[in-house]
């Protein structure tokens, strides 16, 4: 089966920082996509940011400048590095994976069990 374990989210002022970590199981045959999405009360999920196999990144309009996603391979984690939060920044993060679990398999999305990032004084 494919797990994806989140950490990092919690309480922070207006201004601060946080950092987000998703660990991906190691036996996950191919991911081709990893990102972020949150999803804040009475709003729509939305895409955070993203990390494709080679490298490219894609981040919302609201987060440019002050999120960055990256990646270890070797440890088949990925990171949201959060700076400048904001209120409106509170919501709960869903790591995401677009991958296939083994050969046999297509591709298919999977997801995190959330974790919530408050930003408040």
């Known amino acids: 089966q494919v797990q994806l374990v989140e950490s990092g989210g919690g309480l922070v002022q207006p201004g601060g920082s946080l950092r987000l970590s998703c660990a991906v199981s190691k036996s996950m045959f191919s991911i081709n996509r990893m990102g972020w999405h949150r999803q804040a009360p009475g709003k729509q999920r939305e895409l955070v940011a993203s990390?494709?196999?080679?490298?490219?990144?894609n981040y919302a309009d609201s987060v440019k400048g002050r999120f960055t996603i990256s990646r270890d391979n070797a440890k088949n984690t990925v990171y949201l590095q959060m700076n400048s939060l904001k209120p409106e920044d509170t919501a709960v993060y869903y790591c995401?994976?677009?991958?296939?679990?083994?050969?046999?398999?297509?591709?298919?999305?999977?997801w995190g069990q959330g974790t919530q990032v408050t930003v408040s004084s």
């Open positions: 995401n994976v677009w991958g296939r679990k083994d050969y046999a398999s297509g591709f298919y999305d999977y």
């Open positions: 990390i494709i196999r080679g490298g490219s990144t």
